[in-house]
């Protein structure tokens, strides 16, 4: 250890959106090949880990939120992997406060993983930038954008990153409904039939974040995965036309779902949230951008 013990270190585990995926393939390991574009925003979990003394230790505690199982396992793999690649036992006391929704298409657990490999990269001698990427994918294909974040086109898995440069921030009407998705489930749905994305989506997609300008991103998002994610959740389907309805235009879907979200411009967002009122489950008005 570099720090000493009790040494407290935190950061922001930022959500993220796709705003836009195409499934290029199926893999014969059974995982989907993408093209996608992923951009964090500037909200998320707050992630702490504590160093400790006792070696023996690694564990989650002090969780706030909801009942969070998953994230925590995949916080505790992420800082076992990490111990074992360092070849140092470490004691390390982990903490989330979470507001991402799980089963939400935000990215969170994967978000929370990387955190803990990035904070524990300080907290000891750093491992190598493609050690902790190798970690990464081996945690789940959407731990390796999170060492980034910002905007970046990810490829193969969506662990195949290529970061793009700064892009002015967008606002983001975040539209969580009171249900989760499974991505497992919406992934083997996405296999019956695939809408296929148009060959030009991705680099138009790009255009439109480097523009800054909410409607060319708003016209320029498509997910393959939206389609299979209805057919998987009747309720994403009621749910995503109540919204369509009340925006008067079609949200947005992150990933696999079930958040939608709607790009707006800063001075629209009030009149946004309002009009999503009568909806169940929650809206968050966010910022793209990098990490702070
Ligand atoms: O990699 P991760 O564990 O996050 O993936 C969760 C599930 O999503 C996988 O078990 C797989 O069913 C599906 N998936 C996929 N193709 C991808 C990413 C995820 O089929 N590129």
Redesign the pocket.
Known sequence: MSEAPGARLSRLAPAKVNLFLAITGVRPD?????ETLFQTVRWGDDVELESSPDTESLWTWDVEGPSVRAEQDLTVRAATAWCEAARRPLGVRIRLRKRIPMGGGLGGG?SDAAAVLLLLNRLGPPLPPAKLHEIAASL???VPFFLHGDGAIGRG??DVLEPLPPAPPLTLVLIVPPFGTE??KV??RARERVRHAPADGLARAVAARASGDPAAVREAHHNDLAEAAIRAYPELLRFTASVERALGRPPCLSG?GSTLYDVVAPEEADEVVARLAKLPGRRHVVVTGPVP
């Open positions: 059974g995982y989907h090949h993408l994967s789940g294909s959407d898995r969506g991505t497992a992934y083997a696999s």
